[in-house]
């Protein structure tokens, strides 16, 4: 069986959505449906052989599997096949023998590569005379003895760069769920998983705040394995005295977390490789509570167009900012909107809310954001405005993984970061359908990272390290149940003003009731919270609040603001000249909510100790975009040790709730501004 009629029934095996078309995958491998349907035919003979009933095709063109399908035999089988069923294409081939030749410490020879692909040797003949002319564009040199085969001579690192480059043309990622992929992986005998060391790397990544832009995370991903692999791991042990940089550093770390002794050498073959790739300059250290703001002043533009708080929705920050921290779970998929899922959204409105709000995110990051990022977005904004809907049912799930209760509750605390649902147990395949009836309960669908049934749920098949397109499918699934069966839920302090406003018709009356409902909620918000500070009043010092009574320019006021972090030694002068200097590069996406401004910047720009204080403006402060003026201007210091979202969350607050900005503006002493603040999150 070829390629592509091994990669079609994959594609079918995998498929859980609407069947695919002949037309469809014809235009998807740009070939003749009359091309396609033999395909088809290959395939159902290499069903035949199992034995499986043959994929049909309907009047329509749709590929239909029979009810006794097995999914699950069949890729079995699939990844069973020896040279004889599945038919090497010439690239496939060519890459084959290059791996063996760059590996081999022994002569190899063409009768060898005959044998283990199944053609003739003439056919290998062929093949070397286009593999000397792709060796030309490196330096290894190509010895041919009649007497005992072939080998190949060349420098460690460009042995590494071709192996690099012959990997990266058969896409090995952490699935590795093609034919091809798992015949090279098997027959190299890899040592360390492509999938460890791209999950060790990514730990570093986050730790560190690094974003990679485009593939380049995967390209330096791709460079260690091959090095972990297929490097020489003799000499030296890196020097750890020199200067690293964080690309160093990532390298040290992952081989570590892998127990990999890393050699100078290596090191020094590593830099050379992303110096000469020119990969660094794709690499942004950012700060997490900068990235942070600047996505919310993205959702505060969306959101003002379409007279919606998104800036509020927790959730949706925190997922944006994830998968911009984790460029590479974009991917080069398509992302589709959904087309009529809910009424009351208008996806090309959004379109064109966040393609023209874009730039806000770009200038940040330096790079634009691709097609398929900005329909994510939609996709997770609209999620956002159906989790704040009036009435609005939560949603539960069960998690299904292999045995392994390690996976599913690393899956289940992913889902936690971007969904509100309740999770009813993390299940194994064995016992996942006699303990959802032990349950006794009804759930709303199943996640699972293997194929599985149910007549009673849904279910979604997913990664076990969440991926785009399985957040969109998760995402699409959550927009369907909201419409087919929104429930109710406790209605929230602003649902209750709506309520009143509408059915009282005395508006005198409705705006009296409206106030002494938020009367109420806030006391008793305050007596629920008089046990113990929140996150502003564990931060905010008395003395690191003060006041200016004159007009004063924005650059003065965040030099004021940090003044006294400074003179107590929580930061250096050079931290609030880059909190300035972000201003004037990012523009004013320190303004976090009405009225309130958060001066910050990056970590490693000379902060000592974690720190906020304040500065109250009477006559305001007028930054560059902002119309309105700043009142309230917080200057935070962070050694990002510990997570302070929740400190911004309560600073935005502030600027939210109606006429307090005012309010504390009108105080003069330091403690009434304190507790007011305090007080009035």
């Known amino acids: 069986m070829r390629k592509r009629s091994t990669e079609i029934i994959q594609k079918i095996i995998k498929n859980n959505d609407a069947p695919f078309t002949v037309r469809e995958l014809a235009a998807e491998y740009e070939v003749s449906q009359k091309t396609l349907r033999k395909d088809i035919q290959e395939i159902n003979q290499f069903l035949h052989t199992i034995?499986?009933?043959?994929?049909?095709?309907?009047?329509?063109?749709?590929?239909?599997?029979?009810?006794?399908?097995?999914?699950?035999?069949?890729?079995?089988?699939?990844?069973?096949?020896?040279?004889?069923?599945?038919?090497?294409?010439?690239?496939?081939?060519q890459i084959y023998i290059m791996m063996v030749l760059m590996t081999s410490d022994s002569y190899v020879t063409m009768q060898m590569f005959a044998r283990e692909l199944n053609v003739s040797r003439v056919t290998i003949v062929n093949d070397m005379d286009m593999i000397k002319e792709v060796f030309k564009e490196f330096d290894p040199v190509l010895i041919m003895d009649p007497g005992k085969g072939m080998f190949v001579q060349c420098e460690e690192n460009s042995k590494i760069e071709i192996l690099t480059k012959l990997y990266q043309k058969i896409a090995i990622s952490v699935e590795n769920d093609g034919y091809f992929q798992r015949v090279i992986l098997k027959r190299m005998g890899i040592q360390y998983n492509f999938s460890d060391v791209f999950s060790y790397a990514q730990e570093y990544v986050q730790a560190a705040n690094l974003i990679f832009i485009e593939d380049v995370f995967y390209e330096i991903v791709l460079y260690m394995f091959v090095v972990f692999n297929f490097g020489r791991k003799e000499g030296r042990a890196a020097k750890r005295e020199i200067e690293l940089n964080e690309v160093d550093h990532l390298f040290l770390y992952t081989g570590y977390r892998m127990d990999i002794f890393i050699t100078e050498t290596m090191q020094k073959n590593f830099r050379q490789y992303i110096k000469e790739h020119g990969l660094r300059s794709y690499i942004k250290n950012v700060d997490e509570i900068e990235l942070y703001k600047v996505i919310m002043k993205f959702v505060q533009k969306i959101g003002q167009r379409i007279q919606f708080q998104l800036e509020e929705d927790g959730k949706l920050i925190d997922a944006l900012l994830m998968h911009i921290r984790n460029m590479k779970d974009w991917g080069s998929y398509e992302v589709e909107l959904p087309t009529e899922y809910d009424s009351f959204i208008d996806y090309g409105f959004l379109e064109d809310l966040v393609e023209e709000n874009a730039y806000i995110l770009e200038q940040f990051l330096t790079y634009p954001l691709s097609k398929n990022m900005k329909k994510s977005m939609v996709i997770h904004i609209c999620v956002a405005l159906i989790r704040s809907r009036r009435y609005f049912r939560r949603l539960s799930a069960a998690i299904v993984c292999p045995g392994s209760m390690a996976t599913g509750k690393y899956l289940e605390a992913q889902l936690k970061n971007y969904f509100d649902f309740r999770i009813v147990g993390v299940l194994s395949v064995n016992e996942v359908y006699t303990k959802l009836e032990d349950l006794g309960e009804s759930i709303d669908f199943v996640i699972s990272t293997v194929p599985i049934e149910f007549e009673k749920y849904p279910v979604i098949q997913v990664?076990?390290?969440?991926?785009?397109?399985?957040?969109?499918?998760?995402?699409?699934?959550?927009?369907?149940?909201?419409?087919?069966?929104?429930?109710?839920?406790?209605?929230?302090?602003?649902?209750?003003?709506?309520?009143?406003?509408?059915?009282?018709?005395?508006?005198?009356?409705?705006?009296?009731?409206?106030?002494?409902?938020?009367?109420?909620?806030?006391?008793?918000?305050?007596?629920?919270?008089?046990?113990?500070?929140?996150?502003?009043?564990?931060?905010?010092?008395?003395?690191?609040?003060?006041?200016?009574?004159?007009?004063?320019?924005?650059?003065?006021?965040?030099?004021?603001?940090?003044?006294?972090?400074?003179?107590?030694?929580?930061?250096?002068?050079?931290?609030?000249?880059?909190?300035?200097?972000?201003?004037?590069?990012?523009?004013?996406?320190?303004?976090?909510?009405?009225?309130?401004?958060?001066?910050?910047?990056?970590?490693?720009?000379?902060?000592?100790?974690?720190?906020?204080?304040?500065?109250?403006?009477?006559?305001?402060?007028?930054?560059?975009?902002?119309?309105?003026?700043?009142?309230?201007?917080?200057?935070?210091?962070?050694?990002?040790e510990q997570s302070y979202f929740h400190l911004l969350r309560e600073i935005i607050q502030i600027g939210n709730q109606e006429d307090l900005v005012q309010q504390i503006c009108q105080l003069n002493q330091k403690e009434e501004i304190y507790n007011r603040v305090i007080g009035g999150i």
């Open 51 to 93: 034995p499986m009933p043959p994929i049909s095709i309907t009047e329509k063109g749709e590929l239909i599997k029979d009810s006794i399908f097995d999914d699950a035999a069949v890729e079995r089988h699939l990844y069973d096949m020896d040279s004889y069923i599945y038919r090497f294409s010439t690239e496939e081939r």
């Open 463 to 640: 990664h076990p390290f969440l991926k785009m397109d399985d957040m969109n499918k998760i995402q699409s699934m959550v927009f369907q149940k909201q419409k087919d069966n929104p429930g109710k839920s406790d209605p929230q302090l602003s649902i209750l003003k709506r309520m009143i406003q509408d059915t009282v018709e005395d508006h005198e009356l409705a705006g009296l009731l409206c106030k002494k409902v938020e009367q109420v909620t806030k006391e008793y918000q305050n007596q629920s919270s008089s046990l113990g500070k929140n996150e502003i009043g564990k931060l905010l010092k008395l003395e690191f609040i003060q006041m200016e009574a004159e007009e004063i320019t924005w650059q003065a006021a965040i030099r004021k603001a940090a003044r006294p972090l400074e003179q107590d030694g929580y930061i250096e002068h050079r931290y609030t000249e880059k909190a300035i200097q972000h201003v004037k590069e990012y523009g004013d996406y320190i303004v976090v909510s009405e009225g309130v401004a958060l001066a910050h910047a990056n970590k490693d720009c000379g902060v000592i100790k974690d720190g906020l204080s304040l500065l109250v403006a009477k006559k305001g402060i007028q930054f560059t975009e902002t119309k309105g003026k700043v009142y309230l201007l917080f200057c935070f210091a962070s050694r990002g």
